[in-house]
Structures are given as structure tokens and as C-alpha cells.
């Protein structure tokens, strides 16, 4: 019973985790576009509270939980699965750290500008490029996951 427990924890972090980042990274990516410092601001003050909420929690989750089931199902590490969504799993925390701090700074960036009455700034740009650059390969390293997941290939 403890098996199905857990597993059920890591299947509902992982869509709390993948659900929470592409839904903030949508709504951010959509009002930055339309370029209004003040929206930026409100919705970046979200997106940073919604990370800390439940993309950091769940992302501490899924390892443990990860780690639980492997060892209850007595996988070797090397299973080419276990092993391919490991490092996948690495690439995209290694790409979600900075982007937490990419996030922190754009809203710092965009309140300032809201309060100046001006435009986001060029380094509010420049931040939003690294938070694009860095969510394109964690994205494509989730649905990797979650196809390694589903299948598990050989």
C-alpha cells in the first residue's frame, strides 16, 4: 500500500511541478510581450510566489519520492530509463535555479520601471532572453521525463 501511496505523490508532484512551471512561464511570457510594467510587475510578484510555493516543494519531491520507488521496485540505477531521466531531471533544476533568481530580478526590475512610469528596461530584457534561453531545454527535459516515465524504454 506504502508503494501506491508514494507513487501517487510523485505522479501528483511531478504535474504540480511541470503544471506550475508552464503555466507562470505562460502567463510571464504573455505580459511581458505586451510590454506594460505595471502588469509585468503584479504578475512576476505571482510567478516568484507560485515557484516557491509548489515548483520548489514539488521539485525536493520528486527526487525523494523517485528514490523510494526505485528502491522498492529494487531497479538497478543503471536501468537506461531511471538513468536517462536522472540527468534529465538534473538538466532542468540546473536550468530552474538560475531562472528563480531570473525571476526575483525581472519583478525587482519591472516594479522599478512601474514606479518610475516607464518602460521595462533594457536590463529587464536582457533578463527576460537568459529566462527564455533557460526554460527552453528544462521544458524539453520535463516532457522528456515524462516520457521516459510512461514507456519505459529499454
Known sequence: MDYFFVK???????TLLFGTGIGSAFYLLCVVLRGDAHVVAAVARIVVLADWLFTATTALAQPL??????HRMQLPWSTPWVAWSLGLYAIA??????????????????????????????????????????????????????????????
Do not use: E, N
Not at 99 to 127: C, E
Open 65 to 70: 519520492t523517485g528514490w523510494y520507488l526505485v
Open 8 to 14: 501517487l505523490l510523485h505522479i501528483l508532484s511531478s
Open 93 to 154: 533544476i540546473a536550468c530552474w535555479l538560475p531562472v528563480v533568481w531570473l525571476q526575483m530580478a525581472m519583478r525587482d526590475s519591472a516594479i522599478l520601471s512601474a514606479q518610475a512610469g516607464g518602460a521595462l528596461s533594457p536590463r529587464f530584457r536582457r533578463y527576460f532572453r537568459a529566462w527564455v534561453a533557460l526554460g527552453c531545454p528544462a521544458l524539453a527535459a520535463f516532457l522528456g521525463i515524462f516520457y521516459l516515465m510512461v514507456f519505459k524504454p529499454a
